[in-house]
Antibody
Framework: QVQLVESGGGVVQPGKSLRLSCAAS????????MHWVRQAPGKGLEWVAV????????NYIDSVKGRFTVSRDHSKNTLYLQMDSLRPDDTAVYYC??????????WGQGTLVTVSS | DIHMTQSPSTLSASVGDRVTITCRAS??????LAWYQQKPGKAPKLLIY???SLESGVPSRFSGSGSGTEFTLTISSLQPDDFATYHC?????????FGQGTKVDIK
């Protein structure tokens, strides 16, 4: 069955970098657009980024443009989110999600990123 | 960017109640709207897509309606498993945005 497992979260100082991974199983990553969505503690959901199925198109929320990069390694069937110049307001649980015919049908369990000195 | 506003923010209800949550978009999104259910510490779960289509496996007590800028999620008879937070989300164009969430708790 479809499974998404995020990893790479942790505590990081402001201005530093972190790379999140989302390992996919039960399907081929290259066949689907993939998204990152985050949720700050006690807050609502915030869509962050998307990579198209063919990797040719990427879109980001304004607050992370120029700092975050979404990519994937098809040989590893893994999605990534490279996060640079991290700020305290990037603190959140980060979810990867697969877009299907019915929008975001499959989600990972999330990984917590805490940006703090 | 399209802004999504949900109401109410919190809703207290009893088992068996009919519950309605509203989501308004700052501009027309046609029917490009989804509803998710989220329980504490868990990932969101898709309930409704394209405003009114029920995701496979979701109980029929959940229904969605609306188009353009105003949408509703209705739970016809609230069950114990339904106490959770509900989020609407548009997917008409990037950036996709979510409402702030509606927490349904026990009265």
């Amino acid at each position: 069955q479809v499974q998404l497992v995020e990893s790479g979260g942790g505590v990081v100082q402001p201005g530093k970098s972190l790379r999140l991974s989302c390992a996919a199983s039960g399907f081929t990553l290259r066949n689907f657009p993939m998204h990152w969505v985050r949720q700050a503690p006690g807050k609502g959901l915030e869509w962050v980024a998307v990579i198209s199925y063919d990797d040719n198109n990427k879109n980001y929320i304004d607050s992370v443009k120029g700092r975050f990069t979404v990519s994937r390694d098809h040989s590893k069937n893994t999605l990534y989110l490279q996060m640079d110049s991290l700020r305290p307001d990037d603190t959140a649980v980060y979810y990867c999600a697969r877009e299907g015919a019915h929008n975001l049908q499959h989600w990972g369990q999330g990984t917590l990123v805490t940006v703090s000195s | 960017d399209i802004h999504m506003t949900q109401s109410p923010s919190t809703l207290s209800a009893s088992v068996g109640d009919r519950v309605t949550i509203t989501c308004r978009a700052s501009q027309s999104i046609n029917n490009w709207l989804a509803w998710y259910q989220q329980k504490p510490g868990k990932a969101p779960k898709l309930l409704i897509y394209k405003a009114s289509s029920l995701e496979s496996g979701v109980p029929s007590r959940f229904s969605g309606s609306g188009s353009g800028t105003e949408f509703t999620l209705t739970i016809s008879s609230l069950q114990p498993d339904d106490f959770a937070t509900y989020h609407c989300q548009h997917y008409k164009s990037y950036p996709w945005t979510f409402g702030q969430g509606t927490k349904v708790d026990i009265k």
